[in-house]
């Protein structure tokens, strides 16, 4: 298995840069997702690695190799794309002996590496069928198989998932997950899907506008997004993000609500605006509690119930609406004016002039 | 052969006749399934429907001869019984559907008692499930296309059946329909021949190393002394149409991968200037081409032609290929790319396998275009390279006329084309792709 480093790694055409300069070091085993919506170089960034892209800038370093100007083929990685791309004048098992033809490798080697992989894939019974006649899962399965049938050091996925419904989806995904664990296969993976991204990462990398937002574990982007676009993009529905003025540890929210932020989060936000200036506080939605006698005055725009619990939209003063959950029996009318509470430990504070988060001393 | 002689009866009476019996005998054996008889009765009583009215065709128009006289036009009375006999056969066969008896365990109650739908269907895997009278109309359409295919192919079975008459049969008026088979007009197309006077004859006739060609032609007189040009010409036109259809065709398959696939410089400019060669009708440069050839020494050689029809047919599959190539998701390759193969083995073993529909219809238009080329064989051959299609017409030349060499020389040449469409057939009428890669 392998470690893949990219070193400022750029994409650009003309001026303009479809990946901007890059670092990232996937480890050996690690899954890492590229997350990010569409057209933000996620995939251009998935293509430089496997070569099928070139690089304008920097270098990729495959188990420390520079691979920057190899071909695709002497790279030792498997590329999974999005609509599978099977060979329509193929069986299944021709589709998967493919690439091992292509290493000369004898009959039976290849006849026994591909029958074991069918059975760890088990889609032995879909082996001599065209894969215009198969199902969407197993077509699936067949393009993985032919990416897991050389050993290959790493496996580069390009939203292996999208083209499946809704239901299998959940399915495959985790048979991905599992043949990663047992396989321990360096991984990358891309997909648009966050909660894809959430339930199969070890390590999430959030991009936009063709950069790196964020680089963490699928919790450290949840809680502790780097920016606002993190807060925004991460979590159904992203963080609640308030804009507020900051005077001297109040936060004075629209129509004279105030909320007193935490003690311990006094002395860095101090610092970040000097005592006095424009914040923006976020927050997730299972982070608010709704009760009599807390702080925050709001009314109920909307109530969802999403079968587990209970989905509240709230108005907060100036259009601002915030999501907060509540339990599974909670029924509020609309238009009745509510008051909320925020666990001091799940708030967070944004700089509304860089978008960055403001990091608590105490941590940092 | 068999000393047969009929004259041509009228056309319109026996193509009808033949029309109506085949509508009888297709549409009626679905009533009799329906009902639960067996369908050979079916075929019987709906062919005895069919030449009842042929018989009331031929009637018609027999009765309605002075009328077309009057009129001077026999369209009228054509139409008129075609309208009346076709009546006629669908009032008997729904006679026949009305009150042919049902016979047990099948019908539409039965259908219906066996868990079927109440009402019958359109289109079903199951024919007892799809309503006869559906099924009587497809019959009907069916007919109706083998009766026009067989009338668009009249032309081509006339000639393929002129090639096989004696002369005295090839010219008969009113033409022959049934006629005694000979071999005459196939020997005169391939042999060159003298005209023997009487002793000699004889003397032919009394040697014993004479072939069965030999023998036919000593019927006429004549005696065969070598091969004739035909067969030159017809091995120039596979050489030369074969040749320049395989460089066309590979030819056009590499540019239309590349503009396809890689980003080049003026690309729209190229394709433009490509097709424009097609945009002259090549008639026009055919005296340049010919002043060209001569000083070039390409005059009346295999190269020359090759090289011209290549260039016709370029812009033709570099365009015609490039559609089908753009069709093939360029993921295919990458993945190849990706497992281990260059660029040039995943052309060969994915592109080109998946371009096959493409490439064999290319092949096919480029074939038949080099093949069926004229003009420029006309004005650029004269002996040693010269193809079929300027030859045919020049067997008119002065005297006799050997119209059942000349069918026989069209009829041979029709051949190679049949052949490589036939062979291709099979890709022809294949999707482009089955969907492996799902779009969307």
């Known amino acids: ?364 | 052969m068999f000393g047969i002689d009929i004259p041509l009866p009228d056309f319109w009476v026996v193509y009808f006749f033949i029309f109506w019996v085949l509508v009888g005998s297709t549409a009626a054996p679905v009533v009799f399934r329906h009902k639960g008889h067996h369908p050979l009765i079916g075929i019987v009583v709906g062919a005895a429907v069919g030449a009842l009215s042929g018989i009331a065709f031929t009637l018609l128009l027999a009765a309605l001869q002075p009328l077309a006289d009057l009129l001077d036009d026999p369209l009228a009375s054509i139409l008129v019984s075609i309208v009346v006999s076709a009546a006629i056969i669908l009032a008997l066969l729904a006679f026949v559907r009305r009150f042919v008896p049902e016979s047990g365990g099948a019908g539409p109650r039965a259908v219906e008692a066996a868990g079927g739908p109440r009402a019958p269907v359109t289109y079903s895997a199951r024919v007892d499930k799809v309503d006869p009278g559906w099924q009587s109309v497809q019959a009907l359409r069916a007919s109706v296309v083998i009766m026009l295919a067989g009338l668009t192919l009249i032309p081509v079975i006339w000639m393929a059946m002129t090639a096989f008459k004696s002369y005295p049969d090839a010219v008969a008026s009113p033409p022959k329909v049934v006629f005694d088979p000979t071999l005459e007009g196939i020997v005169t197309l391939m042999t060159k021949r003298r005209n023997l006077d009487s002793a000699q004859i004889a003397e032919y006739e009394a040697r014993d190393d004479l072939n069965w060609a030999d023998r036919i032609m000593l019927k006429s007189g004549k005696a065969i002394i070598g091969q004739s040009d035909y067969v030159k010409r017809l091995r120039n036109s596979l050489i030369i149409a074969g040749t320049s259809t395989v460089l066309s065709v590979s030819m056009g398959l590499l540019a239309a991968y590349a503009f396809s696939r890689f980003r080049v410089p003026g690309e729209g400019d190229l394709l433009f200037f490509i097709l424009s060669t097609r945009m002259l009708p090549p008639v026009v440069v055919t005296i340049p081409i010919f002043l060209m050839y001569r000083e070039l020494g390409l005059y009346d050689t295999h190269l020359g032609l090759i090289a011209l029809y290549t260039a016709f047919n370029l812009s033709f599959s570099v365009w015609l290929l490039k559609g089908f190539i753009d069709e093939i998701p360029k993921e295919y390759e990458e993945a190849a790319l990706v497992d281990g193969y260059t660029r040039l083995q995943a052309f060969r073993r994915i592109v080109m396998p998946e371009a096959v529909t493409g490439i064999a219809a290319t092949t096919v238009f480029c074939f038949i275009f080099a093949w069926n080329e004229y003009a420029f064989a006309l004005m650029l051959t004269t002996d040693k390279a010269r193809t079929a299609p300027p030859h045919i017409p020049s067997m008119i030349g002065s005297g006799v006329v050997e119209w059942a060499a000349i069918a026989a020389g069209s009829l041979f040449f029709l051949i190679p084309v049949v052949i490589v469409t036939f062979a291709l057939r099979k890709y022809l009428l294949r999707g482009v792709t089955f969907g492996a890669i799902r779009q969307g």
């Not at chain 1, 480093?5 to 990232?24: S, Y």
């Not at chain 1, 198969?134 to 292996?160: K, Y």
Request: proline share 5%; net charge negative.
């Open chain 1, 1 to 364: 298995m392998a470690t893949i480093e990219l070193i400022n790694v750029e994409k650009k055409f003309g001026d303009v840069h479809a990946v901007k300069p890059m670092n990232l070091t996937v480890r050996d085993g690690e899954f890492v997702v590229l997350l990010g919506p569409s057209g933000c170089g996620k995939t251009t960034t998935l293509r430089m690695i496997s070569g099928l892209e070139a690089v304008t800038g920097g270098q990729i370093l495959l188990n420390g190799r520079d691979v920057t100007w190899e071909r695709p083929s002497d790279r030792d990685i498997a590329f999974v794309f999005q609509f599978f791309a099977l060979y329509s004048h193929m069986t299944a098992r021709e589709n998967i002996a493919f690439p091992l033809q292509a290493q000369g490798e004898r009959r039976e080697v290849v006849r026994q590496r591909v029958e074991d992989v069918s059975r760890l894939l088990r889609m032995e019974h879909v082996l001599d069928v065209r894969p215009g006649a198969l199902s969407g899962g197993d077509q699936q399965r067949v393009a993985l198989a032919r990416a897991l049938v050389r050993h290959p050091a790493a496996f580069l996925m390009d939203e292996p998932l999208g083209a499946l419904d809704a239901d299998f989806r959940e399915t495959m995904r985790a048979e991905i997950k599992r043949l990663h664990i047992d396989q321990h296969a360096t991984t990358v993976y891309v997909t648009h899907d966050q909660i894809e991204a959430m339930a199969m990462g070890d390590r999430i990398v959030v991009m936009s506008d063709a950069d790196v937002q964020q680089v963490g574990t699928p919790a450290e982007v949840y809680h502790d997004p780097a920016n606002l676009f993190v807060a925004r993009f991460i979590g159904s529905p992203g963080m609640n993000l308030v804009p507020g003025r900051y005077v001297r540890g109040v936060l004075h929210l629209a129509e004279g609500a105030t909320y007193k932020v935490p003690d311990a989060w006094a002395p860095s936000l101090d610092a970040a605006t000097r005592g006095d200036g424009d914040l923006i506080l976020g927050f997730r939605p299972e982070a608010a509690t709704v009760g009599v006698d807390s702080a925050i005055p709001a009314t109920v725009y909307a109530t969802d119930l999403h079968g587990g619990y209970t989905m509240l939209h709230l108005e907060l003063g100036n259009n601002t609406i915030i999501h907060a959950r509540t339990t599974r029996e909670a029924k509020y009318a609309i238009n009745t004016p509510v008051r909320f509470d925020l666990d001091p430990a799940m708030v967070r504070f944004f700089d509304p002039a860089t978008e960055a988060a403001i990091i608590p001393e105490v941590r940092a």
